[in-house]
């Protein structure tokens, strides 16, 4: 059966505590009183170890051994991350969605219009290595240029093309 006692200081002196620590805990609800006004000793301890702030309570185990410790402890941990992610757009490491969005979308485009250019730029080189027509070897190129140009597109978004996903 568990240890019972009337007296609230007699369950600080237990416990290693002051009195008026055990009076706080139990007005703010850490700790409370048996149905009959007594104090089961044990359920006090578990009580206050569970809700203790380390480094704060004589009760409180490491860290991370209890919820709210883990939680200080989470808590901490984004505390710094934000101030990590803040810091890093300060200094103009990150930037917003939109804005890399915009910037990947100029690159693809450029990328796009120098892929598309080339036939033109090259064709009259093929065609004066293999004795063939200039608007024959360009035309070529284009339609293959144009067919590489959907396939890259399409694997960057399957979403957008009609044929179903094969790896789906």
Not at 48 to 54: D, H
Not at 62 to 76: I, K, M, N, S, V
Not at 147 to 167: G, I, M, T
Request: glycine letters at 8%; aromatic letters at 2%.
């Amino acid at each position: 059966m568990p240890e019972r006692i009337t007296s609230a200081r007699d369950v600080a002196r237990r416990l290693g505590l002051s009195h008026t620590a055990i009076q706080k805990a139990e007005q703010v609800g850490r700790i409370r009183r048996e149905t009959d006004g007594s104090w089961d000793v044990e359920r006090v301890r578990r009580d206050l170890t569970a809700s203790a702030v380390p480094g704060r309570s004589p009760l409180a185990p490491p860290g991370e051994d209890t919820p709210l410790g883990r939680l200080t402890l989470a808590r901490l941990a984004l505390g710094v991350e934000a101030q990590r992610l803040a810091m890093d757009q300060r200094k103009g490491r990150l930037m917003d969605v939109v804005t890399a969005n915009h910037r990947i979308d100029e690159f693809a485009a450029g990328m796009r219009d120098g892929v598309l250019n080339w036939p033109a730029r090259v064709s009259g080189q093929i065609a004066a290595e293999i004795g063939r027509d200039p608007h024959l070897v360009q035309t070529i190129l284009q339609e293959q240029m144009n067919a590489l140009l959907l396939e890259v597109a399409d694997r960057l978004d399957p979403s957008a093309s009609n044929e179903p996903d094969p790896r789906a």
